[in-house]
């Protein structure tokens, strides 16, 4: 079993291609981390003076959680058509994104993690953060950190 980061942007879904080059026929689960809306104000400390009484925030999260739950089944979709024998999960972030795909690692027992990466370099990469980056750091298993399509065609023509 291998667990597939997926958050729909074309680095996820090269992940998942490549991952069905690389281990076609495997079982693999992707998983989709969405962010409860609590969660997200207090992480970018909005909301402070805000009038928050008028927010449904169950809405909020019904929504979000729904929009996941379409992202993860159209990761499955595409993991499918790329050899795999998928299903999804979907998982709400309470630390970090990288924290919720490592949690869901050891929940499932996955052999190794795939994931894609949005390539940010220099600044940022510093200021944004890498859930790849992290998951490299502290996973127990191994990694398959797949670069952005956008990153793989620039570095070829480097190479050239």
Do not use: C
């Amino acid at each position: 079993m291998i667990l597939i980061a997926y958050d729909g942007s074309a680095d996820a879904q090269s992940a998942i291609e490549h991952a069905g080059e690389l281990m076609s026929g495997e079982s693999a689960t992707v998983v989709t981390v969405w962010e409860p809306f609590v969660e997200m104000m207090t992480r970018v400390g909005a909301g402070s003076g805000l009038a928050m009484a008028d927010v449904d925030f169950e809405e909020i999260d019904r929504t979000s959680e729904a929009q996941a739950r379409e992202r993860a089944a159209n990761g499955v979709e595409l993991a499918k058509r790329a050899g795999l024998d998928a299903s999804s999960v979907v998982r709400a972030r309470r630390t970090s994104v990288a924290d919720a795909i490592l949690a869901e690692a050891d929940g499932i027992g996955a052999r190794a993690i795939v994931v894609g990466t949005r390539g940010l370099t220099g600044i940022r990469s510093l200021l944004l953060g890498s859930v790849s980056h992290a998951i490299l750091q502290h996973a127990d298993r191994p990694v398959i950190v797949v670069p952005s399509p956008e990153v793989v065609h620039a570095r070829a023509a480097h190479r050239r």
